[in-house]
């Protein structure tokens, strides 16, 4: 695992937020993939409860936002990048920074996904 892969990976899901129906998680995530959406909270274990998720936390493909990144390390399989996400005109939704931490497979894939969001004056 390097920086460039990692890189890759987070294009690829910022492609996958954009792209309608969920069809791109497979190349992103492995079938017994861990999704933690943050630290307390309960898992989403398997491509096809990860690919209900999606449907249910975003908006769809038109979805008004810009993601920038930087990763922050890279250690054998697990990577950790910093993430800033800012929503359009959404009240409560304006921009959120977070810890992603992927555990990546042997085929490049991640199986393990936790996201750290912080949000505002929340």
């Known amino acids: ?33 861990r999704y933690l959406q943050g630290p307390y909270r309960e898992p989403v274990v398997g491509l096809p409860a990860i690919a209900r998720m999606w449907k249910a936390e975003r908006e769809g ?15 054998n399989d697990v990577a950790v990048a910093r993430v800033e996400v800012h929503y359009g005109e959404r009240p409560g939704r304006e921009e959120f920074r ?11 894939r991640c199986s393990a996904f936790e996201e750290w969001p912080f949000a505002p004056e929340r």
């Open 1 to 33: 695992m390097d920086r460039t892969h990692v890189a890759d990976w987070i294009a690829g899901y910022q492609r996958a937020w954009r792209t309608a129906g969920t069809a791109p998680l497979a190349s992103l995530f492995t079938e017994d993939a």
């Open 61 to 75: 493909p038109d979805e008004d936002f810009t993601m920038t990144y930087e990763i922050v390390a890279v250690d």
């Open 98 to 108: 977070d810890l992603w931490i992927m555990r990546f497979a042997g085929d490049g």
